[in-house]
T-cell receptor, first 114, second 112 residues
Framework: EADIYQTPRYLVIGTGKKITLECSQT?????MYWYQQDPGMELHLIHY???????EKGDLSSESTVSRIRTEHFPLTLESARPSHTSQYLC?????????????FGEGSWLTVV | DQQVKQNSPSLSVQEGRISILNCDYT??????FLWYKKYPAEGPTFLIS?????DKNEDGRFTVFLNKSAKHLSLHIVPSQPGDSAVYFC???????????FGTGTRLQVFP
């Protein structure tokens, strides 16, 4: 069972507001990720980190930014939210297992921008 | 271009019978495959994985089969239970990256 926590779970905010989605894991995993999923669509990687002070853009372009100051914490920030940012954001971390990395997800943050 | 495809958006199975979820991939570089289950408004939960050096991996009611020549994998759930009703995502990666490529998911409904 993975211990990875996201807050808030649900958020409705107005256009132009700044929002930070929090993600914490207690497993000591070095690798952490942010995925974005629209309803009925596949998950897309938007950010990843291989450790403290390491952040990289994922496959899907995103206007959000991330930081990794502590191993257990990987927050995602939108400086100025827009309705196009409405989506589910999933944080994850990974460990090496059975010959490959297994990624464990948090419960997700549903963001609605009005 | 979708590298991981789940062509069946939904599947309905009677309780106690076998559920078979299918996944096809196009990138022959993939060498590790995972299945996740996702309930509405929750994050995906890891179910089972398989390395490309194997063709079968079993964990309780869940078995994943990999056919590398056909670039196809499947998840078998036996016996199916109502609690298995969820969306199932297939995912793949290759060894020099930790980035998972996901399919679009198959919604499984297990009815009594």
């Amino acid at each position: 069972e993975a211990d990875i926590y996201q807050t808030p779970r649900y958020l409705v905010i107005g256009t132009g507001k700044k929002i930070t989605l929090e993600c914490s894991q207690t497993m000591g995993h070095d690798k952490m990720y942010w995925y974005q999923q629209d309803p009925g669509m596949e998950l897309h990687l938007i950010h990843y980190s291989y450790g403290v002070n390491s952040t990289e853009k994922g496959d899907l372009s995103s206007e959000s930014t991330v930081s990794r100051i502590r191993t257990e914490h990987f927050p995602l920030t939108l400086e100025s939210a827009r309705p196009s940012h409405t989506s589910q954001y999933l944080c994850a971390s990974s460990e090496l297992r059975f010959g490959g990395n297994t990624i464990y997800f948090g419960e997700g943050s549903w963001l609605t921008v009005v | 271009d979708q590298q991981v495809k789940q062509n069946s958006p939904s599947l309905s199975v009677q309780e106690g019978r076998i559920s078979i979820l299918n996944c096809d991939y196009t990138n022959s570089m993939f060498d590790y495959f995972l299945w996740y289950k996702k309930y509405p408004a929750e994050g995906p939960t890891f179910l089972i994985s398989i390395s490309s050096i194997k063709d079968k991996n079993e964990d309780g009611r869940f078995t994943v089969f990999l056919n590398k020549s056909a670039k196809h994998l499947s998840l078998h759930i036996v016996p199916s239970q109502p609690g298995d009703s969820a969306v199932y995502f297939c995912a793949a990666k290759w060894s020099n990256t930790d980035k998972l490529i996901f399919g679009t998911g198959t919604r499984l409904q297990v009815f009594p």
